[in-house]
């Protein structure tokens, strides 16, 4: 059973769009949900990630929206740049587990110049 | 301050053949989780620590063992490498439970022939 849901695939942008990746949740137990970034050859880094507290998150071009009630958020990436092509993975989790995160299959972005 | 480090960076196996993976992270960290990365599949956790002497399975952990003798080190051991562990590793630690501020190592990337 797959626990996190992450649309599209792949995602083809031009320079300065907004590209959006979606993701949805089943577990109502999840309370932390964080964006990964991951370049060609290198480890997820930790881009941005959320509670569900708030429903929008902004750090610099990347802002997540969150509904508690969809059991829904996504990314969305303010003014592209070539330099954001990379693989985006969401991710959830729980403080009352011990298991770290469970992860969407990513979305494989490139941003045309 | 290396953060999470992992080696090798590649290795090539025949089918059968045992190694570790070594993981080993400077941050303190009690959590240390590890998970593979396969295509299409984002990452997929296979044992998970929450602190010296005390590890357990994660939702692939068939093939392989893992201990924690010291907070920094958690390595992972294939018992008898099979061409379905082609793959690459991650190793990732955290300060807090449910994988909040989750970082991970640059991944061993993994053939069995």
């Known amino acids: 059973q797959q626990q996190v849901k992450q649309s599209p695939q792949s995602l083809i942008v031009q320079k300065g769009g907004i590209p959006i990746i979606n993701c949805a949740y089943e577990?109502?137990?999840?309370?932390?949900f964080p964006w990964y970034q991951q370049f060609p050859g290198k480890g997820p880094a930790l881009l941005i990630a959320?509670?569900?507290d708030v429903s929008e998150k902004k750090e610099g071009r990347f802002t997540i929206s969150f509904n508690k009630s969809a059991k829904q958020f996504s990314l969305h990436i303010m003014d592209s740049q070539p330099g954001d092509s990379a693989t985006y993975f969401c991710?959830?989790?729980w403080g009352g587990g011990a298991d770290g995160l469970t992860f969407g299959k990513g979305t494989h972005l490139i941003i045309q110049p | 301050n290396a953060g999470v480090t992992q080696t090798p960076k590649f290795q090539v196996l025949k089918t059968g053949q045992s190694m570790t993976l070594q993981c080993a992270q400077d941050?303190?960290?009690?959590?240390m989780s590890w998970y593979r990365q396969d295509p299409g599949m984002g990452l997929r956790l296979i044992h998970y620590?929450?602190?010296?002497?005390?590890?357990d399975q994660g939702e692939v952990p068939n093939g392989y063992n893992v201990s924690r003798s010291t907070t920094e080190d958690f390595p992972l051991r294939l018992l008898s490498a099979a061409p379905s562990q082609t793959s690459v590793y991650f190793c990732?630690?955290?300060?807090?439970?449910?994988?909040?501020?989750?970082?991970f190592g640059p991944g061993t990337r993994l053939t069995v022939t």
């Open positions: 990732a630690s955290s300060l807090l439970a449910g994988g909040r501020e989750q970082y």
């Open positions: 941050m303190n960290h009690e959590y």
């Open positions: 620590s929450v602190g010296a002497g005390i590890t």
């Open positions: 577990n109502t137990a999840f309370d932390y």
């Open positions: 959320i509670r569900p």
């Open positions: 991710a959830a989790g």
